[in-house]
């Protein structure tokens, strides 16, 4: 008999780190699980397992992940992450409902959900009354000229508060690197060393970019993962990133801001899957997501 019920973080950690990474992904260790979820500048998550004869064998957690534009308006948002069920057990329907388990526990304290599924739960999400976001959002890679600055730009000298202090609330969108504690968290205590991030002063003015450099097949490249400043100005500001790395192909996911960006020639890799369920708010045209949003 399967049963449902919390999760007990201090007495199932083990259990679920073990549990994820063998079924869903081998980056989550307890050191990777404990900064997604313990760590999170909006609050610990929910979460919920399926047991069977004392075992769990299956989890989800609806990690919260607001969003905010620059008038400080808030909208409460929950992302089902990191749900997954043990191999022998899967096509029983408990991963739906852990889902339908979960989202009960926060009793109703949120404005929409929103989920980035793989290709074999986007179907089901749909069935479950989840929509695809009206802006659809494409992977896409980009040549750009490094000339043509046509303001005075600059980079500023960067230390390990300059980004984690600084007011961040400049967009009219809505976005989640608005909200103080995110840049700190998302980029600076992340596992993951591979984020730059760079202070670029136009007129004075701060924007940042936060961006990494791979490689594929000896081909150098950015991969720009988020930006946060004034988007009318963004082509000067990754003209001067790319200027200052020497490399002028970026990997970037279109959307409302990076579209402003003029590249020589741009060509599409692929959409990408993005649902909304909105239950008390209603934004789907004015909410911008960045490709680190989707790679969490």
Known sequence: MIKYRNLNYKNDF??????LKTNLNTRHTKEFVSW????NPFGR?????AVINGDIVGVVFYLRYNFQRKNKVTIKCLRPIDGCTAE???????????????????NNDYDILIATPNKYSYPEFLKLGWKNLEHRYYYKIGIISPFGISKSVSIASSNSETFINHN???HNYFVTSNIPGFFKWRYQDSLD???LVKNILVDGQSNFVVYHIRNFNGIRYIV???????????????????????????????NKITDKIKFLIKKKQ???????????????????????????
């Open 14 to 19: 083990e259990e679920v780190v073990v549990l």
């Open 36 to 39: 997604k979820h313990y760590g």
């Open 45 to 49: 998550p929910l979460g919920a397992v």
């Open 88 to 106: 022998i057990h899967r096509g029983k329907g408990i991963l739906k409902k852990l889902m339908k388990y979960c989202l009960e526990l926060y």
């Open 168 to 170: 961040l609330n400049t």
């Open 193 to 195: 060393s591979k984020y």
């Open 224 to 254: 720009l993962c988020d930006f946060i400043g004034n988007e009318k100005e963004i082509n000067n500001i990754i003209k001067v990133v790319c200027k200052l790395e020497k490399l002028y192909v970026i990997y970037y996911l279109s």
């Open 270 to 296: 692929r959409e990408a899957r993005i649902t909304i369920r909105e239950d008390n708010a209603k934004l789907d045209n004015d909410i911008v997501l960045s490709l680190s949003d989707l790679s969490l």
